[in-house]
């Protein structure tokens, strides 16, 4: 059986030092935020070259809690790219703001720059980018559109942990950045975990008022805010792997060589990186016309695939009321029936890629 991920490959692989990181914090008890969440943001922030750094409950809250500290709220609108996980989407409607729509790049799967123009209005106040599956967006021409319009940028990073454009790390071209630590993620707690970061202190200091329940100072509740902080024990394993996490995307990347040479010359489509990107292949997605036919081969010899995501954001149920066509979004109602995410984890190994790629070779 060929896994989608596996993380007990990469435990095993670091088993004692992480296994000692958590005894210390055990024996500390340094549960909640405390002494290694503060070691971690320092480490985070200084991985991603940016001055500041909240480590909160999750790459969900991070969101939400960003466009509020922002000061985006209700009659807003927030420009969103059509294929994301629904968390992008979700934390706008969340502070009471809209999420506008914008289709995506037919080649890097990204939002379309081209598009967004069109999109903006008197109400639109931020652009959340997504760096999907690992891409990075061109943030130069992004923060071009976002300046000449006034808005913020929130750099949705959930997937793409040491990605690149234009040798400078995601996350610190815009207002700010989110950041997603869940398990399968590039980097990955114990558990449910997520940053955020930003090289501005007015953002930092309400962000992290906002997800320690409004205090600034103990028992100083300036405003109404939310519980939402990181678990020392996350914060600890964070730390032990985020000195893995070159390494492992370097054999991320290698194995997204391995595969594109081997689908070369066929006429699947292999995914494309950006001129002056680092993908950092979060996700190996490939797109063909025969897709559900080779996810049930796949199946067959005992091999996971899954589909990120099978329905596009403006036509899942829950935005039934915005009352989108396909034809609103062509290149993102195309993609969701096209794209295949094939086994992709640092310790994959070129057996099991030659199996998969000689099997979908021939099925197509
Ligand atoms: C995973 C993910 C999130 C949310 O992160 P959680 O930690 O699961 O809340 C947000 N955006 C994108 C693009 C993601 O992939």
């Given at each position: 059986?060929?896994?989608?991920?596996?993380?007990?490959?990469?435990?095993?692989?670091?088993?004692?030092?992480?296994?000692?990181?958590?005894?210390?914090?055990?024996?500390?008890?340094?549960?909640?935020?405390?002494?290694?969440?503060?070691?971690?943001?320092?480490?985070?922030?200084?991985?991603l070259g940016i001055k500041n750094c909240i480590a909160c409950a999750n790459g969900t809250d991070s969101i939400e809690i960003l466009l509020?500290?922002?000061?985006?709220?209700?009659?807003?609108?927030?420009?969103?790219?059509?294929?994301?996980?629904?968390?992008?989407?979700?934390a706008v409607s969340s502070v009471g703001a809209t999420p506008i729509f914008v289709d995506i790049d037919n080649d890097y799967y990204t939002i379309d720059i081209n598009k967004i123009e069109e999109k903006i209005t008197p109400l639109t106040k931020a652009i959340i980018p997504v760096h999907l599956y690992g891409q990075?967006?061109?943030?130069?021409?992004?923060?071009?559109?976002?300046?000449?319009?006034?808005?913020?940028?929130?750099?949705?990073?959930?997937?793409?942990?040491?990605?690149?454009?234009?040798?400078?790390?995601?996350?610190?071209?815009?207002?700010?950045?989110?950041?997603?630590?869940?398990?399968?993620?590039?980097?990955?707690?114990?558990?449910?975990?997520?940053?955020?970061?930003s090289n501005s202190e007015d953002i930092i200091k309400t962000a992290r008022m906002i997800a320690n329940h409004g205090q600034e100072g103990k028992h100083n509740h300036i405003i109404e805010g939310r519980n939402s902080r990181m678990d020392g024990l996350h914060a600890a394993v964070l730390s032990v792997k985020l000195k893995h996490l070159n390494t492992w995307t370097n054999q991320r990347i290698a194995n997204a060589n391995n595969y594109n040479s081997k689908f070369e010359n066929s006429n699947l489509l292999s995914p494309k990186v950006i001129n002056n990107?680092?993908?950092?292949?979060?996700?190996?997605?490939?797109?063909?016309?025969?897709?559900?036919?080779?996810?049930?081969?796949?199946?067959?010899?005992?091999?996971?695939?899954?589909?990120?995501?099978?329905?596009?954001l403006p036509f899942l149920e829950c935005y039934n009321n915005y009352e989108y066509k396909f034809s609103d979004f062509p290149i993102a109602y195309q993609f969701q029936q096209e794209i295949l995410s094939l086994p992709m984890f640092p310790e994959l190994d070129d057996t099991s890629i030659n199996k998969i790629t000689s099997l979908i070779k021939d099925i197509i």
């Amino acid at each position: 059986m060929i896994p989608f991920v596996n993380l007990t490959a990469q435990y095993k692989s670091i088993q004692s030092e992480i296994d000692n990181a958590i005894k210390k914090v055990m024996s500390e008890t340094a549960f909640i935020s405390g002494k290694y969440a503060s070691l971690f943001e320092k480490e985070f922030a200084q991985f991603l070259g940016i001055k500041n750094c909240i480590a909160c409950a999750n790459g969900t809250d991070s969101i939400e809690i960003l466009l509020k500290a922002m000061g985006i709220g209700i009659g807003d609108e927030v420009i969103v790219p059509a294929i994301s996980w629904i968390s992008t989407s979700e934390a706008v409607s969340s502070v009471g703001a809209t999420p506008i729509f914008v289709d995506i790049d037919n080649d890097y799967y990204t939002i379309d720059i081209n598009k967004i123009e069109e999109k903006i209005t008197p109400l639109t106040k931020a652009i959340i980018p997504v760096h999907l599956y690992g891409q990075p967006v061109d943030m130069e021409k992004l923060m071009d559109i976002a300046n000449k319009h006034n808005l913020k940028v929130l750099e949705d990073c959930a997937q793409a942990h040491g990605a690149e454009f234009n040798a400078k790390k995601i996350g610190t071209f815009g207002d700010c950045a989110s950041f997603s630590f869940y398990p399968g993620k590039n980097l990955g707690a114990y558990g449910d975990a997520g940053a955020m970061v930003s090289n501005s202190e007015d953002i930092i200091k309400t962000a992290r008022m906002i997800a320690n329940h409004g205090q600034e100072g103990k028992h100083n509740h300036i405003i109404e805010g939310r519980n939402s902080r990181m678990d020392g024990l996350h914060a600890a394993v964070l730390s032990v792997k985020l000195k893995h996490l070159n390494t492992w995307t370097n054999q991320r990347i290698a194995n997204a060589n391995n595969y594109n040479s081997k689908f070369e010359n066929s006429n699947l489509l292999s995914p494309k990186v950006i001129n002056n990107g680092k993908h950092v292949f979060h996700l190996y997605v490939i797109r063909h016309k025969n897709r559900d036919q080779i996810m049930s081969v796949l199946k067959d010899n005992n091999i996971e695939s899954a589909i990120h995501y099978p329905t596009a954001l403006p036509f899942l149920e829950c935005y039934n009321n915005y009352e989108y066509k396909f034809s609103d979004f062509p290149i993102a109602y195309q993609f969701q029936q096209e794209i295949l995410s094939l086994p992709m984890f640092p310790e994959l190994d070129d057996t099991s890629i030659n199996k998969i790629t000689s099997l979908i070779k021939d099925i197509i």
